[in-house]
């Protein structure tokens, strides 16, 4: 068995002149279902004619990803996110205080509807977020520029917009509806959920900007259904 010119996943390109078996007469690059086998007629060097990546502001904010300051706390944060309770169950966790600080628990009805609030524009912000990642197909920092080191396995699934930043944002701001007197803390709260992504290496700013904003179009809605559910 004949060992391969290039580490994988690369593989080799033979550039027309030398001898095949030898790496100074190929091109170590990325495998390409399509173009793998094709013979070049013409152009041996066209590694050099490559169309740029992304545009200037992406690789802009590749630069920001991969320039971040990480620090004990930033790192803490990040996967305190990235847990079972960042994922999923912080929201209820600041309802179940909030409810119990302003006596609401003698009040079943009215609990139900925070909790069923909160979970319900969870599934529409998911569903949301997902026709986005799905119609945009958008690579992650790290597959744009592999020195990128995450701090924990990339998610396989698109990069645009961030699922963290839509659900943290869509949650925080029913539940801003629903508790008024939070509403500076619980979108601190939102934005750090956003943030913390950035700060893992796996996600561009420019994908918490349309999560924020997705997320908070998603709110909107429910927020005004709830206005006019009868419950006032």
Request: hydrophobic share 40%; charged share 20%.
């Amino acid at each position: 068995m004949s060992r391969p010119l290039c580490p994988y996943p690369q593989v080799a390109v033979y550039k027309g002149t030398g001898d095949e078996v030898q790496l100074s007469a190929a091109i170590c690059t990325r495998r390409c279902r399509k173009t793998l086998y094709w013979a070049i007629l013409l152009f041996a060097p066209f590694l050099k004619f490559r169309a740029p990546c992304d545009t200037p502001q992406v690789q802009a904010e590749v630069a920001t990803v991969r320039g971040f300051p990480r620090t004990f706390v930033t790192n803490y944060k990040a996967f305190y996110w990235q847990s079972p309770e960042g994922r999923s169950t912080w929201p209820y966790r600041y309802a179940d205080k909030w409810i119990s600080e302003d006596r609401l628990d003698q009040n079943p009805p009215r609990v139900a509807r925070i909790y069923a609030l909160v979970a319900s524009v969870f599934f529409d912000a998911f569903i949301a977020s997902q026709d986005g990642k799905y119609s945009y197909w958008y690579l992650r920092p790290n597959q744009l520029d592999p020195t990128i080191v995450t701090l924990f396995p990339t998610p396989n699934f698109p990069s645009y917009p961030s699922n963290h930043a839509t659900f943290a944002t869509a949650q925080s701001e029913v539940l801003a509806y629903l508790f008024p007197a939070h509403v500076e803390f619980i979108r601190a709260v939102a934005k750090e959920g956003g943030d913390s992504r950035v700060w893992a290496g796996i996600h561009y700013p420019m994908d918490l900007v349309s999560g924020n904003q997705l997320g908070n179009s998603v709110a909107q809605m429910f927020i005004e259904w709830a206005q006019t559910d009868g419950s006032q």
